[in-house]
Nanobody
């Protein structure tokens, strides 16, 4: 079992940047594929980005490609989401998620593909 705690959310103006962090505890961090998801009010939770166990492979939703960067530091048991050029439509609660399954599995961008979740951190982008 792994426990996940997100931090770094907040209020930012459109065009600004934020970096989210997700600290993991429990079993060995580098066995997990890690993902970021978000959920806006009244909407379903959606995939944002994922990274492989080593951090060598990444995958992004089209809506954030070129603006967001996922990375991880296995020595610190932490995964990050650098968010640049933020827009009001990026406003959501952002969740960190973990899975033991391979990064290359087709479920890497699905909520159902991740059994472990953090509590979320709010990101609000003002226009």
């Amino acid at each position: 079992q792994v426990q996940l705690v997100e931090s770094g959310g907040g209020l930012v103006q459109a065009g600004g940047s934020l970096r989210l962090s997700c600290a993991a505890s429990g079993r060995t961090f580098n066995i997990y594929t890690m993902g970021w998801f978000r959920q806006a009010p009244g909407k379903e939770r959606e995939f944002v980005a994922a990274t492989s166990r080593s951090g060598g492979s990444t995958y992004y939703a089209d809506s954030v490609k070129g603006r967001f960067t996922i990375s991880r530091d296995n020595a610190k048991n932490t995964v990050y989401l650098q968010m640049n050029s933020l827009q009001p439509e990026d406003t959501a609660v952002y969740y960190c998620a973990a899975r033991v399954s391979s990064f290359s599995s087709v479920s890497r961008d699905r909520v159902s593909g991740y059994p472990y979740w953090g509590q979320g951190t709010q990101v609000t982008v003002s226009s």
